[in-house]
C-alpha cells in the first residue's frame, strides 16, 4: 500500500537504492530522486507544518518554487542546513534530514492551536494586537513572535565547507535548459561564439524531463534531448546543472550559483561546497519557462493537494505517483494532461473538474476513452482529511451561481490555476513589463540590457512553439554578436500538448468566503480573505497590500502567490492589475547561503593582512599586534608577567630614558618626480616648499577642500625635483588617490609624477637620548651632528653597508631617526640595530607607546584627535598654513564663515584633579550641574597613563578651548563626574631642548 | 636564513595537474613615468618603449610593460639598476621624466600549466583572454592591485606588492588544489 513507484516510468534508477532518514525513520529512494520524490514514492505527503498556523503541509510542487516542503538536511557535524527544499535536495545513502516547524512531532503539533485561534491571526495581526504597551514591544512582544513564527533552526556550528568563487566571460550565456534554452544555445553556437547554457535542475532538459510523450524530429523526447546534448557540447557549449542564475546586475553581469557537492554521498577532496560564478556576457538569452499558479479555495494547502503539472513531473521524471485516486482541479487545460498520464500509469482519476464550461473535444475524448468522469462548470469549495487530503469537495457553478456540493473521494488533489511566466532575471534587468489581459498576466516587454526573453518566459506555450522561439533568439543573438547564422528548419514535434485557460481569482463558494482558509501564500499562511481584508483596511498599492499581509515575502519570494495575490487584490479594488502595479523581483532568484557570497573570504582569508618585513622579529619577540587598517602592527612588547599598561610604561620610560626602536614601515610613502615637483606640493599642502632646500624636511598639512585636516607627515626634498612624501598609515592610498585626482583633472599641466613607495622602503625609527650614539657608526655619507646633520634633515647615504634614505624627524620630542632601506633588508638592519643597541638597553617599542610619547608632546595623530571637522587653527597649527600663497587645497574651505567663527571646537591638554585616566571619546561640560541634557562642548580624543608628566593625560577638543587655558571643565561618567583643567596640549619638553644632539 | 613570515621565499609554492604557481627570484623593477619626444630615453635604455597599454618590449634583458599613456613597469636583473638609473638621470635635463627604483616594493609569482588562465579566474574580474601573449595588464586579483605579464598562452607572471603577497598566494595555493579536483 505505500509503494507509490511505477514500474518503467521516470528517469531514476530504481535498481540502486538509496537510504536515507526523515524524521528519524528510514525510507528509500532510488538513485536520481530528491527526497520529495523518494517520500512521495513511499507515500509521504505531510513534510512540514506550516509559518504561523502550523498547519499541516506537504510539497505542493516539484522544483525550487516549492514553499511548503522545507527540510532540515545534515550531513555530520557544522553541516546542517535548514529551510532545504525537499523538492530541490537529492538523496543519498545516508542523508539525514528533519521536518520544522513542530513540537512535539510533525503528525502532533501544539503550534497548530495557532490554526483554530486563525481568526486573530488576520492581515496586519501584529501591527494592531502588539502596539500597546510600547515597553512590551522588546521583552514580551518581539521574542513571543520570534518564537511563535518562523521556519527551520539556524545552525549555530561553524560551517566546515569551503566555498569558492570565479568569473567568466562569455559570448552568450543561455539561463535555462529546457527546449527553448536548448535551441537557442544550439542556434547561438556558431562561429566560434562561446555559449553557456545554465540550469538549475540536476540535469538539462526542463519540460521535456516531465513530457516523455512528445516526439521531436520524429525521435522520443528523451532521446532527442541526450542527442541534443551531446551535440551542444560537441558544438563546444559550457553546459551547467545545479548552477542557478540567482541575479542579473548592470551591464550583463549575472550571479550564478552552482552546488557542487550537496548531491553527493562522500565529499571530495579541495572540491567547494558552492561556487559562485560571476559572468559578464555579452548577449543574454532568459529561458526561465514558466512556473504553475495554485487554485485559491478553502483547504487548498491539505497535504496531498498540489499542482497538477508537478505531479505530472513526479510521475514522469521521477517515476512516482503522488496517488492512487487523484482528483483534479483546474482552469488549465495543462491538468487534463497531468490526468491522462497519472490515468494510463495505473492510477484510477476520481474526476477532472473543471472551471470552465466548455474545453475542446480532444480533452474531452481524452477523457472519454480513458473512462475519467468530467465535471465542467464546477468550483471547488473544502477539502478534508487531516495529514493527507481524503475528499474534495465540489459545486455546480450555474450563471454565477454555487450549486449543492459533492464530495469526491480522493488521496490526491492536482490543481492548476495555469501559468506564469518567469520573469524574475528580466525584471532584474529593470525591464518593462506589459500586462496581457487574455492571458492574465505580465509579459516581458523591454530591456536597457543585451538581453532577450524566449519561449514560455514571455507566454509562449508548447514545445514546438518555443523551440522555434528558442532557435530564432538564439539567432538573433548570434548575428548582434556579428555572426550569420544559418536559418534552421522548423523542428517537428509530435505528441506537443499545447493549450490555454482561463485565470481564477478565489473560486466561488457557497460557504461564508469570510470563514475560508484559501491560500494564496503558502510559506507565509497568507489567505485570499487577508488581501481582501488589507483593502478594506485602506491598502490601495499592490506594495502596501504585501506588507501589510506578507504575502509573497517568504523565502520563495512569491514565486506562486504573486499573481493571484495581485488579480484578488486589483478585484477588490475594482481596478485594473496594471493599475495596482505588481511588486518587484529583486535577487537573488531562490535563498543562497551566505558561503556562497563570501566565496573565499573567510577565516585567515576573510581580509587582506598586511605585515611588515620586521613584523616576523616582533611576532617572535612577542609583540602583540593590533590592527591598523589592513596592516598589523606591534602593539606593544609585553615581557613575561606584564599587561598592556605595564609594558608600555616601561617602553615609554626607556625611550626618553636612552633608545627606543620602532618600525615605521607601514607610513604611506610617495616619490613625487618631476620640474614641477615643488610648485605640485605647494598646491596640495597647506605649507610653503619653495624655499626648502634640499636635504631638508618640512611637517606637511594636507586638507580636503573643505578646509578639513586630512592628513599630515613629514616630507623631505632630496633634490629640486624630488620629494619623499610620508603620509599616515591608514591614509596612504587615499592620499595617493587624492593627489591623482588633483593631478589628472586640475592640474593636467603640471609636469610631475607620483609613485607610490610605501613598499620600497622598511622604515626604521630610533627615538631616543642615545639615538644617535647608536646610529652614527653605521652611516657613511653624513656625520649625525647638530651642525652637519640638524633636526628636520635628510639624505641619501649608507646606514650598516645598505642603501638608505636617512631622516632626522622626531615624532616623541626626543633625538630622532628614521632609516629607510630597501623593503627586504628591513630586518637585518633592525636586528644589526638591535644587537648594538644593547650597550644602551634598546628597547623595542609599539604602536601604543608611540601614541603616549606623541601625545606627551601635543602632537596629533589624523583620525584620532580629528574627526573630519577640524581646521588646522582649531589645532593651534596655524603656523603650517602658507600665508603668502594663491592658493592650495582647502585655502577657500577654509575662508568659510563657520570655519573662522569664535566657539569652534579646538585642541588643548587636559589633566584630571584626581589624577585619573579619562576615556577616550568621553563628553566635556563647562557646568556638571545644569539640567540633563548638558550641553557637551568637546570631547576627550586621547587619554594615556605618563610617567614622564606624572600623572595621567589626556587630548581634548573643547569649545574656544584656546582661550580657556587654566579653566576647569567636567567629563561626566556613569559613576561620578570627573573635573580636569584645560592646559597646553604640549606636556613635555615645550622649548624642544631634548631635540638637540 | 631565517624563514620569514612577512616574505616569501623563491621557488615552487603549489603545484597540481591544473597549474604551478612559485615564487619567482627577487628582480630590477622601475617605475618610469615620462611625456612627449622620448627618444632620449630610449636611448638611455637602449629600449624601444612600447605606446600602446598593455604592449610589451625588451631589449636582453630589460623589459617595458606600457601601463597607461606615460607609464611603463621596467624589470631588468638586479646588479642592472642603478646603471639605468644614471642613464636616465643622464638625460634628464632633455627629457624631464620619473623613474623610481621599485625593485624592494614588489614580489613576482609565475604560474603556469595548463588551466593557468582558469586560476586567475578565481580573482580577476577581466577576461584573461583579452590579454594577448607577449603583453600585460595592470589589473586587480582578489581585490589587490597586480600586474599580469602574459609570457605565453598558459605561462603568466603575476607583480604584486609585499604586503599582499601571502594573501593572494593562499587563494592560488588553494585554487591550485581546486582546479585539479575537478573533473573536467
Redesign the interface.
Known amino acids: 500500500m505505500s509503494n507509490y513507484r511505477v514500474s518503467g516510468r521516470g528517469r531514476v534508477d530504481t535498481a540502486r537504492p538509496i537510504s536515507f532518514t526523515f524524521d528519524g525513520k528510514t525510507y528509500r529512494g532510488a538513485k536520481g530522486d530528491t527526497v520529495a520524490s523518494a517520500l512521495l514514492a513511499n507515500g509521504v505527503h505531510l513534510m512540514g507544518r506550516s509559518f504561523k498556523y502550523h498547519r499541516p503541509r506537504g510539497a505542493v510542487a516539484a522544483g525550487s518554487e516549492e514553499p511548503n516542503a522545507l527540510i532540515g538536511t545534515r550531513r555530520g557535524p557544522g553541516r546542517f542546513e535548514p529551510n532545504t527544499r525537499a523538492t530541490v535536495q537529492e538523496i543519498w545513502e545516508g542523508l539525514e534530514t528533519t521536518s520544522q516547524n513542530k513540537f512535539p512531532s510533525l503528525k502532533f503539533d501544539v503550534g497548530a492551536v495557532n490554526d483554530a485561534a486563525y481568526m486573530l491571526f488576520s492581515a496586519g495581526f501584529y501591527y494592531k494586537t502588539f502596539m500597546w504597551p510600547r515597553s512590551f514591544w522588546d521583552k514580551v512582544y518581539e521574542p513571543f513572535i520570534r518564537a511563535a513564527a518562523g521556519l527551520g533552526v539556524s545552525p549555530k556550528e561553524e560551517d566546515p565547507d569551503h566555498y569558492a568563487s570565479r568569473y567568466l566571460h562569455c559570448d552568450v550565456l543561455v539561463v535555462g535548459a529546457g527546449p527553448t534554452g536548448l535551441a537557442a544555445a544550439r542556434a547561438a553556437a556558431v562561429g566560434g561564439l562561446k555559449v553557456v547554457l545554465v540550469d538549475e535542475n540536476a540535469e538539462a532538459g526542463g519540460t521535456l524531463l516531465s513530457e516523455p510523450q512528445a516526439r521531436i524530429d520524429g525521435r522520443p523526447a528523451w532521446d532527442w534531448l541526450t542527442a541534443e546534448l551531446a551535440a551542444l557540447k560537441e558544438l563546444g557549449v559550457k553546459i551547467m546543472t545545479r548552477t542557478t542564475a540567482i541575479g542579473y546586475y548592470h551591464q550583463n553581469m549575472i550571479g550564478m550559483v552552482e552546488k557542487l557537492t550537496d548531491h553527493l554521498p562522500a565529499l571530495p577532496a579541495d572540491t567547494p561546497r558552492e561556487r559562485m560564478w560571476r559572468v559578464r556576457a555579452r548577449q543574454v538569452v532568459l529561458a526561465q519557462g514558466a512556473l504553475e499558479k495554485p487554485l485559491v479555495f478553502h483547504g487548498n494547502d491539505r497535504p496531498g493537494v498540489m499542482l497538477a503539472g508537478s505531479a505530472q513531473t513526479f510521475l514522469n521524471r521521477y517515476g512516482v505517483l503522488v496517488g492512487k485516486k487523484p482528483v483534479v482541479i483546474t482552469s488549465h487545460d495543462s491538468a487534463w494532461y497531468a490526468a491522462f498520464d497519472l490515468q494510463d500509469a495505473g492510477a484510477k482519476v476520481q474526476a477532472i473538474v473543471d472551471i470552465r464550461g466548455t474545453v475542446s473535444e480532444a480533452l474531452l475524448s481524452g477523457a472519454r476513452s480513458r473512462g475519467i468522469t468530467v465535471k465542467l462548470s464546477h468550483t471547488a469549495t473544502g477539502t478534508s482529511g487531516r495529514l493527507r487530503v481524503s475528499s474534495l469537495r465540489v459545486n455546480p457553478v450555474t450563471n454565477g451561481a454555487v450549486g449543492a456540493g459533492e464530495e469526491i473521494s480522493c488521496d490526491a488533489v492536482l490543481m492548476s490555476g495555469g501559468w506564469t511566466p518567469s520573469l524574475h532575471l528580466f525584471s532584474h534587468t529593470k525591464g518593462s513589463l506589459a500586462w496581457d489581459d487574455d492571458r492574465t498576466t505580465f509579459l516581458p516587454k523591454d530591456t536597457p540590457e543585451d538581453c532577450v526573453i524566449a519561449g514560455a518566459s514571455r507566454g509562449l506555450w508548447g514545445i514546438a512553439a518555443v523551440l522555434a522561439d528558442g532557435a530564432e533568439k538564439g539567432r538573433a543573438v548570434a548575428e548582434a554578436l556579428g555572426q550569420t547564422p544559418a536559418p534552421a528548419a522548423a523542428q517537428a514535434v509530435e505528441g506537443d500538448r499545447t493549450g490555454s485557460g482561463v485565470s481564477m481569482t478565489e473560486l466561488p463558494t457557497d460557504r461564508s468566503p469570510g470563514k475560508a482558509k484559501a491560500f494564496v501564500d503558502y510559506q507565509n499562511d497568507v489567505t485570499a480573505k487577508d488581501l481582501r481584508l488589507a483593502v478594506r483596511e485602506g491598502m490601495r498599492s499592490i506594495e502596501h497590500v504585501k506588507r501589510y499581509t506578507t504575502n509573497g515575502m517568504a523565502t520563495d519570494q512569491g514565486k506562486m502567490s504573486n499573481i493571484n495575490g495581485l488579480n484578488i487584490a486589483a478585484d477588490a479594488l475594482g481596478k485594473k492589475q496594471p493599475q495596482v502595479g505588481l511588486t518587484t523581483f529583486r535577487p537573488p532568484y531562490t535563498p543562497t547561503t551566505f558561503g556562497a557570497f563570501a566565496g573565499y573570504h573567510r577565516g585567515g582569508h576573510f581580509e587582506v593582512t598586511r605585515k611588515t618585513q620586521i613584523d616576523s622579529w616582533a611576532e617572535e619577540h612577542g609583540a602583540v599586534f593590533e590592527p591598523v587598517s589592513q596592516w598589523r602592527r606591534a602593539w606593544y612588547f609585553p615581557k613575561p608577567g606584564e599587561d598592556m599598561d605595564t609594558a608600555v610604561r616601561r617602553e615609554c620610560v626607556a625611550t626618553r630614558k636612552s633608545v627606543g626602536i620602532f618600525d615605521a614601515s607601514t607610513l604611506g610613502k610617495i616619490e613625487v618626480v618631476g620640474p614641477d615637483a615643488v610648485e605640485f606640493m605647494n598646491r596640495m599642502y597647506t605649507n610653503p616648499w619653495t624655499k626648502l632646500a634640499p636635504g631638508r624636511c618640512r611637517y606637511g598639512l594636507l586638507l580636503g577642500d573643505d578646509g578639513y585636516i586630512r592628513d599630515d607627515g613629514v616630507i623631505g626634498r632630496l633634490s629640486e625635483d624630488k620629494f619623499h612624501v610620508t603620509t599616515t598609515t591608514g591614509g596612504a592610498a587615499r592620499v595617493l588617490n587624492m593627489m591623482e585626482d588633483y593631478l589628472q583633472t586640475e592640474w593636467p599641466d603640471l609636469n610631475v609624477w607620483l609613485t607610490s613607495t610605501t613598499e620600497q622602503w622598511s622604515t626604521i625609527a630610533l627615538n631616543g637620548p642615545d639615538a644617535a650614539k647608536l646610529l652614527a657608526p653605521f652611516v657613511e655619507g653624513v656625520e649625525l651632528t647638530e651642525d652637519a646633520f640638524p633636526h628636520m634633515s635628510c639624505v641619501e647615504c649608507t646606514v650598516a653597508g645598505l642603501p638608505a634614505r636617512l631622516f632626522r624627524v622626531s615624532f616623541t620630542g626626543e633625538i630622532g631617526f628614521e632609516i629607510n632601506v630597501r623593503a627586504h633588508e628591513g630586518r637585518k638592519l633592525w636586528e644589526t640595530l638591535w644587537e648594538a643597541g644593547q650597550q644602551y638597553g634598546i628597547t623595542a617599542y609599539g604602536t601604543e607607546t608611540m601614541h603616549v610619547l606623541r601625545a606627551e608632546k601635543g602632537y596629533i595623530i589624523v583620525g584620532q584627535d580629528t574627526d573630519g571637522t577640524v581646521t588646522p587653527y582649531d589645532c593651534g597649527m596655524g603656523w603650517a598654513v602658507g600665508k603668502k600663497k594663491p592658493d592650495f587645497v582647502g585655502m577657500r574651505g577654509l575662508a568659510r564663515p563657520d570655519l573662522v567663527a569664535k566657539g569652534r571646537k579646538q585642541f588643548v591638554g587636559l589633566l584630571t584633579e584626581d589624577k585619573s585616566r579619562l576615556e577616550e571619546g568621553a563628553q566635556i561640560v563647562f557646568d556638571p550641574k545644569q539640567a540633563i541634557p548638558m550641553k557637551m562642548v568637546g570631547h576627550v580624543t586621547s587619554s594615556y597613563l605618563s610617567d614622564t608628566v606624572g600623572q595621567p593625560i589626556a587630548l581634548a577638543v573643547i569649545e574656544g578651548g584656546h582661550e580657556r587655558m587654566g579653566e576647569t571643565v567636567y567629563i561626566p561618567m556613569p559613576d561620578r563626574i570627573i573635573a580636569a583643567k584645560i592646559t597646553d596640549p604640549v606636556f613635555v619638553d615645550p622649548e624642544n631642548t631634548r631635540l638637540k644632539i | 636564513m ?1 624563514a ?4 616569501l621565499s623563491s621557488g615552487v609554492a603549489a603545484v597540481s595537474s591544473a597549474a604551478r604557481v612559485s615564487v619567482e627570484a ?1 628582480c630590477g623593477r622601475l ?1 618610469l ?1 615620462a ?1 612627449g619626444d622620448l627618444s632620449a630615453l630610449e636611448g638611455a635604455l637602449g629600449l624601444a618603449l612600447p605606446r600602446k597599454v598593455g604592449g610589451r618590449a625588451a631589449a636582453g634583458e630589460l623589459q617595458a610593460l606600457c601601463l597607461g599613456p ?1 607609464e611603463w613597469m621596467l624589470h631588468a636583473p638586479l646588479a642592472a639598476v642603478s646603471g639605468l638609473v644614471e642613464a636616465c638621470a643622464g638625460v ?1 635635463g632633455a627629457l ?11 614580489v613576482s609569482f609565475q604560474i603556469s600549466g595548463p588551466r593557468a588562465a ?1 586560476l586567475l ?2 580573482g ?4 584573461i ?1 583579452t590579454i594577448a601573449v607577449g603583453e600585460g595588464r595592470r589589473t586587480l586579483f ?3 592591485t597586480v600586474i599580469l605579464w602574459r609570457d605565453a598562452a598558459d605561462s603568466f607572471r603575476m607583480d604584486v ?4 603577497a ?2 593572494l598566494l ?2 592560488l595555493e ?1 585554487g591550485v ?2 582546479l ?3 573533473a573536467l
Open positions: 631565517t620569514h613570515t612577512s616574505s627577487p617605475s613615468r611625456r606615460d634628464y624631464p621624466h620619473s623613474l623610481v627604483d621599485v625593485s624592494g616594493r614588489e582558469e579566474t578565481l580577476c574580474a577581466r577576461d583572454d582578489d581585490g589587490s606588492w609585499n604586503s599582499f601571502s594573501h593562499h587563494l588553494v588544489r581546486e585539479a579536483a575537478e
